[in-house]
């Protein structure tokens, strides 16, 4: 599947081995390996499932038999042509969303708005008059 020769093994071992360091490793193979065991286990359990959903499809025979035989009792299951068929209706168009409110502006006006008081003048002193 990866086409993982003896050699490319050897250098991802040494590899790991640097990166690692030897204290850490067995720790880290022993954590990749359960971690493997998991997938392993997934996939078995996924590809059980997926070959038990087909083997009652396998098993149903698609036309009676032409020979004289009796035909297979008819299964509980039932079959694809039983089910009525789907109609897809094109959607409702929506009605467009109205837009947000938009805040105007106030208008400027000269005897709403307060004039700015001047500053206090000084005299010579330095005082406020």
Do not use: C, Y
Not at 44 to 49: D, T, V
Request: cysteine-free; overall charge negative; glycine content about 6%.
């Amino acid at each position: 599947m990866f086409d993982l020769g003896w050699g490319k093994i050897i250098i991802i071992a040494v590899i790991a081995l640097i990166v690692i360091g030897p204290k850490e490793l067995p720790a880290v193979l022993r954590t990749v390996g359960q971690w493997m065991g998991k997938i392993r286990r997934m996939a078995a359990e996924f590809q059980g499932q997926f070959q038990e959903a087909m083997r009652p499809a396998a098993t149903t025979p698609a036309t009676p038999p032409a020979t004289g035989e009796p035909a297979a009792a008819p299964t509980t299951e039932p079959s694809v042509a039983a089910e009525p068929p789907v109609t897809i209706e094109p959607p409702v168009p929506l009605e467009p969303a109205p837009p947000p409110p938009v805040a105007e502006p106030a208008a400027h006006n000269e005897a709403a708005t307060p004039a700015p008081t001047p500053p206090p003048a000084n005299d010579a002193g330095g005082r406020a008059a």
